[in-house]
T-cell receptor, first 116, second 119 residues
Framework: AQKVTQAQTEISVVEKEDVTLDCVYE???????LFWYKQPPSGELVFLIR??????QNEISGRYSWNFQKSTSSFNFTITASQVVDSAVYFC?????????????FGKGTKLSVIP | ETGVTQTPRHLVMGMTNKKSLKCEQH?????MYWYKQSAKKPLELMFV???????ENNSVPSRFSPECPNSSHLFLHLHTLQPEDSALYLC??????????????????FGPGTRLTVL
């Protein structure tokens, strides 16, 4: 069975601080995909990144960066110089490959509040 | 319209009502999904359609009935719901490269959701 754990339920930071959201996953698949989504108060889940299990390179996109470490089954997300607009719930998710790979297993989410 | 749209955005219904949620995707995808998001619980996958065939039904009560008339539209028909069915219902779409027999799917893109309240 697949599982995604986001241990941080809520985080508050002051604007311009850096913040890291943790994600730990469990899977028996050798090929799998990891995702991060952002859910602002409006409700829509906004796709941020998809990473496959064979690509362990870290990725940076503007103020966002992701650290994928297979050895610790973690896929952490860092926001640099946080802004009020970053306030949202962030979800980490996992999918396998092959039959039944439609299933996206989500973590419970981390609510980030950026205080001006 | 772009992306994935859902209507209505908010819905209040009584337990004896019948209503439908609508989802439309403008991304040219061939797979569509319904998810339920309740307070304090992870997102739950309800239904998956790939190439207009239902390929997954995660033990959802029969008071929820999906319909996928074509690859761009997905409906969720609701009848005799319970108060515990109150939740945010999210639709998503993706490009399924594996077909109904399984395979690698592309990223799922979500709509804004319908906030459902059952009185």
């Amino acid at each position: 069975a697949q599982k995604v754990t986001q241990a941080q339920t809520e985080i508050s930071v002051v604007e311009k601080e850096d913040v890291t959201l943790d994600c730990v996953y469990e899977t028996r698949d050798t090929t799998y995909y990891l995702f991060w989504y952002k859910q602002p108060p409006s409700g829509e889940l906004v796709f941020l990144i998809r990473r496959n299990s064979f690509d362990e390179q870290n990725e940076i996109s503007g103020r966002y960066s992701w650290n994928f470490q297979k050895s610790t089954s973690s896929f952490n997300f860092t926001i640099t110089a946080s802004q009020v607009v970053d306030s949202a719930v962030y979800f980490c998710a996992l999918s396998g490959s092959g039959a039944g790979s439609y299933q996206l297993t989500f973590g419970k989410g981390t609510k980030l509040s950026v205080i001006p | 319209e772009t992306g994935v749209t859902q209507t209505p955005r908010h819905l209040v219904m009584g337990m004896t009502n019948k209503k439908s949620l609508k989802c439309e995707q403008h991304l040219g995808h061939n797979a569509m999904y319904w998810y339920k998001q309740s307070a304090k619980k992870p997102l739950e996958l309800m239904f998956v359609y790939s190439l207009e065939e239902r390929v997954e039904n995660n033990s959802v009560p029969s008071r929820f009935s999906p319909e996928c008339p074509n690859s761009s539209h997905l409906f969720l028909h609701l009848h005799t719901l319970q108060p515990e069915d109150s939740a945010l219902y999210l639709c998503a779409s993706s490009q399924d490269t594996g077909g109904p027999s399984g395979g690698i799917t592309d990223t799922q893109y979500f709509g804004p959701g319908t906030r459902l309240t059952v009185l």
